[in-house]
C-alpha cells in the first residue's frame, strides 16, 4: 500500500551531510569501544581530569580536590548525596555565581522531574558536554545508522516524539535556560550541527500554525496529523509511554485527522493544497480494519526507539505488534539528564555497554540502603545477574552523585559490564517488605506467564483493610478480558513471586505482617487515558514517565475509578 509523503531525498548537501553524520555516529563507537580495551586507566583519566579541572572550586577548595589522587582519596573526601544535598551548590550557580561546582559557566540548566516530581537544575558546562555528554551521545545512534539506514535518508522518515523545540525559554534567576535536553540546539549552543537527533529535521519538527507552547497535547496532534501524509519508518520516544501513547492518539483523534488531510488544514488552520486522495485512503483502512493501527498507516514502520526495560517490558512486545510485526524495539541509553550510564552499541534489545569514558562510576548493591558513607565498588566488582545503585561524578560538577537509578547487569562484553535500566530506588516499605520496581516487574512477568496473559500497563497501590493487616492492590490493564479463573490463579502467582523476589515481602507475609495480594482489573485503556489527561494539564509529555508505586491516594482513586470487571480479588 503506497503512503503519500511531503518531501523528497534532499540534494547533495543534505547526503554529504548524512555522511559526515554517520562517520561521526561510527567514530564515537569505535573510540568507546577502544577505551574497553583498559577500562580502568580510562576510569582514572576521568578521575585525574575532573579533579585537576575542578581544584580550584569553591566545592574543590572545600574538598581539597585539588590533594586527591586516586577513587579511594574521592571517597574519604567527599560522602554519597543526592540531589538535595548538592542543591545550595547548585543554586548558587543558577544566580549567576562563578566557580562553584565547576571551572567553567554553565550554558543551559537541564530540567527533571525526578522521583519526587519537583524541577531539578541540572548544570549543563560546554567542557561536560564536550568530554562527558556528546561522545556517548553521538554513539548512542550507531546501531540504528549501521543496521536501519534508510530511516535517515529523508527528514521524515522519523517521528521524533519527545522533540519539542521552544521560541521562549524558562530561565534560571541568571538567565540562562531551564529547559529539557530535547529543547536544545546543540549546534546553536554548543557548536555540534551535527548533533541534531534523526527527526528533528521533519516537516512537523517546527510547527507553521500557532500553538500555546504549554498546550502539548496540542502539538502531538498537529505532529501526528502531519505525519500521516509520510512514510514514517522510526518513531523515537526515548520514555516508552510516549510510544504507547501513539496507537491510542491515532484511535481517538481518527475523525479530526482525516477531515484536516481531506480539507487541508492543520488544526482547523490552512495549511496546504487538500489531500483528498490521502484521506480517501485513510479512510478505506479504517473500514478495512475498524481499528487503525501506526502498522496500517506507516506499512514500512522499521523501528521504535525506547527505554525497553522496567514496566516497558510488560508491555512493549504487543505494543511492537500496533506498529508492525517485523519492528524492531532498539534500547535508548541508560541516562539521565546528570549524565549517562550505559549505551547500547549493537542491537541487544536491552543493555548498553558502560561508558566508562564519561564519568567516574561506583555501585552500591540495590538491596542496601544508600547513606553518605555507604561502601562502594568498581566496575571490576560487579556480577552479572546482579541490581546496583548507580553513583557517578563527572567534569560538569556531580561528585558521588547517587541519581536514583537501579541497574541491572546483563553480562561483560570487551571487558566493560553491560547494563539495563532496572527501575528508580524508589522502595515500597509498609512492613519491612522493601520491595523495588524491578522486584514487583519480575513478579508481575512471571505471574502473567502463568496464564499466557498481557497487560498494557501496572500500578501498585498498600492499602489497610479494616480490621486487617496492609496489602498490595494491583491495578492491571489487561489486553483482553480474563476469567475469574485467571484472575485467582495470577494473584496467586504474584503473591508467590514478590515473596520470590523479596526476602522482606516473604517474611512479612509469613509473619502476618501483610496480607495477600488484591488484584483490580482496569480497562486497556486507562493507562493510556491517566497519560493523556496529565499531557493535557500541561506536563510535558517526555516527562510523564510511567509509575508503579502509587500512595498518592487521589492519584489512586482517579486511575482506577473506572475499574472495568469485579472487585478487588
Same mark, same amino acid.
Given at each position: 500500500?503506497? !503512503? ?65 589522587? !586516586? ?192 480539507? +487541508? ?86 543493555? +548498553? ?24 565498588? +568498581? ?154 489527561? !496529565? ?35
Amino acid at each position: 500500500m503506497k !503512503t503519500a509523503e511531503t518531501t523528497t531525498a534532499g540534494p547533495p548537501a543534505g547526503e554529504e551531510r548524512l555522511d559526515r553524520y554517520r562517520a561521526r555516529v561510527f567514530l564515537e563507537r569505535d573510540r568507546l569501544r577502544e577505551a574497553f580495551a583498559d577500562p580502568a586507566a580510562r576510569q582514572r583519566e576521568v578521575l585525574a581530569d575532573l579533579l585537576a579541572f575542578n581544584a580550584g572550586t569553591a566545592y574543590g577548595k572545600a574538598h581539597d580536590l585539588g590533594r586527591l589522587r !586516586t577513587l579511594d582519596d574521592l571517597r574519604a573526601a567527599v560522602p554519597v548525596q543526592d540531589y538535595a544535598a548538592l542543591s545550595p551548590w547548585i543554586e548558587r550557580m543558577a544566580e549567576g555565581e562563578p566557580n562553584v561546582l565547576t571551572a567553567d559557566q554553565p550554558a543551559v540548566f537541564f530540567t527533571s522531574s525526578g522521583s519526587t516530581g519537583a524541577h531539578k537544575k541540572i548544570p549543563v558546562t560546554p567542557r561536560f558536554m564536550r568530554t562527558t555528554f556528546f561522545p556517548f551521545y553521538y554513539a548512542a545512534w550507531a546501531p540504528m545508522a549501521e543496521h536501519f539506514p534508510d530511516v535517515l535518508t529523508r527528514p521524515d522518515a522519523v517521528l521524533n516524539l519527545k522533540h519539542d523545540p521552544v521560541a521562549a525559554h524558562p530561565t534560571t534567576a541568571s538567565g540562562r535556560p531551564h529547559v529539557g535536553a530535547s529543547q536544545v540546539d546543540f549546534g546553536k549552543m554548543f557548536g555540534e550541527h551535527l548533533s541534531a537527533e534523526p527527526g528533528t529535521a521533519a516537516p512537523w519538527a517546527t510547527l507553521p500554525v500557532p500553538v500555546a507552547a504549554g498546550d502539548y497535547l496540542e502539538k502531538m496532534y498537529l505532529r501526528l496529523r502531519m505525519a500521516v501524509e509520510s512514510d514514517v519508518r522510526c518513531v523515537i520516544g526515548i520514555n516508552p509511554a510516549m510510544v504507547a501513547a501513539l496507537p491510542y492518539q491515532l484511535r481517538q483523534w481518527w475523525p479530526r485527522i482525516v477531515k484536516d488531510v481531506r480539507d +487541508g488544514t492543520l488544526g482547523g488552520h490552512p495549511y496546504r493544497a487538500p489531500n483528498r486522495e490521502r484521506a480517501a485512503e485513510l479512510e478505506r483502512l479504517a473500514a478495512y480494519f475498524g481499528t487503525v493501527r501506526p502498522a496500517h498507516v506507516w506499512p514500512n514502520m522499521r523501528l521504535l526507539f525506547c527505554w525497553t526495560t522496567g514496566l516497558a517490558s510488560l508491555y512493549l512486545p504487543r505494543l511492537r505488534e500496533e506498529f508492525g510485526p517485523g519492528v524492531t524495539a532498539l534500547p535508548a541509553p541508560v541516562a539521565a539528564s546528570e549524565g549517562p550510564v550505559g549505551v547500547a552499541l549493537d542491537r541487544h534489545p536491552t543493555a +548498553g555497554s558502560l561508558v566508562v569514558t564519561a564519568s567516574v562510576y561506583e555501585f552500591v548493591d540495590a538491596d542496601q540502603e544508600l547513606g553518605p558513607d555507604v561502601a562502594t565498588l +568498581g566496575p571490576d566488582e560487579l556480577e552479572a545477574g546482579r541490581e546496583y545503585h548507580v553513583i557517578y561524578s563527572h567534569v560538569g560538577g556531580l561528585y558521588r552523585y547517587a541519581g536514583g537509578d537501579v541497574v541491572r547487569v546483563v553480562d561483560t562484553v570487551d571487558g566493560v559490564p553491560r547494563l539495563s535500566y532496572a527501575g528508580r530506588r524508589n522502595v515500597s516499605d509498609a512492613a519491612g517488605e522493601r520491595l523495588r520496581d524491578a522486584q514487583v516487574v519480575r513478579a508481575l512477568r512471571s505471574a502473567l506467564g502463568v496464564a499466557g496473559l498481557a497487560a498494557r500497563n501496572a500500578a501498585c497501590h498498600v492499602e489497610t483493610p479494616e480490621g486487617g493487616a496492609p496489602r498490595y492492590v494491583f491495578a492491571l490493564a489487561g489486553e483482553s478480558v480474563w476469567s475469574a479463573d485467571e484472575t485467582r490463579r495470577i494473584t496467586a502467582a504474584l503473591d508467590t513471586g514478590l515473596a520470590r523476589e523479596s526476602a522482606g515481602y516473604r517474611a512479612a507475609r509469613d509473619a502476618g505482617r501483610l496480607g495477600p495480594v488484591a488484584l483490580l482489573l482496569l480497562d486497556p485503556d486507562a493507562f493510556l487515558r491517566e497519560w493523556q489527561d !496529565t499531557v493535557a494539564r500541561g506536563v510535558r509529555p517526555p516527562q510523564v514517565k510511567d509509575r508503579l508505586f502509587r500512595q498518592d491516594p487521589e492519584n489512586w482513586r482517579q486511575l482506577t475509578a473506572a475499574a472495568r470487571q469485579g472487585d478487588r480479588s
